[in-house]
């Protein structure tokens, strides 16, 4: 054997085993053993903008990423947007993270990304795919092919904006490291939401979001008046970071009527309770976990519709007999002037309540039960409503009135007589001190009276052969009542 052939031999020798080599590893060996680590979307100020999609190495030397591409792919499976690293990245270690990053989360984590990519995930629901096999992860009301992603993650919801990251769970052989068996290819199984994003990058930085801090003040961007309400419409400003929990917006008039606030969790608020015919201007201020944002500037200064008047105020109740004289002050119109005023006695005794209308102060109730116990309250009517009752004055005894009617029960004829039966009525809150039976004939016989003081009374010197019917009225130290009704016509023998 010539030294020639040696050299030729021992060449063969040494470059089989390095073809045997290369041909039993794929050529992209040195980026494929990467897997989706992390996906987070958006944040609550800006959704959308600020995303993430971060790669792990789950073996050394995976750095040779130049040309390799992320593709993101809608919620139907259509390809949308493709993002090519433009060199390789130098950090090879096992375990070593790629990020994959908008420039607004650059700024939100305060890190720099591997590759800067445009905002292109949707919350609602899509696909990323590092290369075309290399892994993909698919979220939300994905549709698309289900080839390396299984169901997406979250189908119900999608990626939360602003919320916690899906981020793949390796507990699966040894739960610190990223190894084959923690991808089944479905990303549904395969990854969790976590509490908060927390990206890495290939230099071995870790981001993390800016501690939060109070709301911006919102907006206001138009008042919109109606009957004694303003609908106060604004926009928010950043959230600092938490979420925004609640709106405050505060109506403050510029000519004397009531301030007032309401609270919601969106635009619009619409504050009531306000002075109608009043002019007011209103703003809005925010709250989060951390605090309450300043008020806005005040939007537009608008009068506010007129609303039913205000209660009035009783101011004294003046008993006299049977009646009660009401006076009061009137409450605020409302921005429409008041038309008229009621009065209402209720009795706290038992008395028969009463009302009485009239333009001014004071009303006087009449026909009230004398003796009893009242208090009474007003109220005031505009051309838009009726105000609420006032509280009631003081509670005042009537003074006492003429009995009430008496009842006859019954009217039974003897000769040239009737004894007439009946029930008293009220006594008007002073004593009976007697009745008065009437005898009048429908047929042209004496009209006769009797006088007693109880139930029945005889009236006699009647018209034999005539019919009668009979009434009774009652008086007391007042005065005499009005007559019952008649009773029965009877005939008198
Ligand atoms: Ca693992
Ligand atoms: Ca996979």
Known sequence: MGIRLLRLLMAIAVAVPAVLAISAVPSYAAFHLMNIRQVWIGTVDTPGDAQFVELQMRAANQNVVANHELFVFDAAGTLTDTFVFPSNVSNGSDQGYILIATAQAESLFDITADLVITPSLVPTGGKVCFETAVDCFAWGDYTGSPTGVGNPFR????????????????????????????????????????????PHNNAGDVGSLPSATAPAAPTVTSSTPSSGAISVAFTPGSSGGSAITGFTAQCLSTDGGVARTKSGTSSPLNVTLLSGGKNYHCRVRATNAVGTSPYSAFGATVPVGATAPAAPTVTSSTPSSGAISVAFT???????????????????????????????????????????????????????????????????????TAPAAPTVTSSTPSSGAISVAFTPGSTGGSAITGFTAQCLSTDGGVARTTSGTSSPLNVTLLSGGKNYHCRVRATNAVGTGPFSAFGATVPVP
């Open 155 to 198: 189908p119900a919801s999608g990626l939360p904006v602003g919320g916690g990251a899906a981020l793949r769970d390796i507990s699966a052989g040894n739960p610190s490291l990223l190894e084959p068996g923690d991808d089944t290819n479905d990303s549904a199984a395969d990854f969790d939401l976590a509490a908060s994003p927390v």
């Open 330 to 400: 009137p409450g605020s119109s409302g921005g429409s002037a008041i038309t008229g005023f009621t009065a209402q006695c209720l009795s706290t005794d038992g008395g028969v309540a009463r009302s009485k209308t009239g333009p001014t102060s004071p009303l006087i109730v009449t026909s009230l039960s004398g003796g009893k116990n009242y208090h009474c309250r007003v109220r005031a009517t505009n051309a838009v409503g009726v105000s609420p009752f006032s509280a009631f004055g003081a509670t005042v005894m009537v003074g006492a």
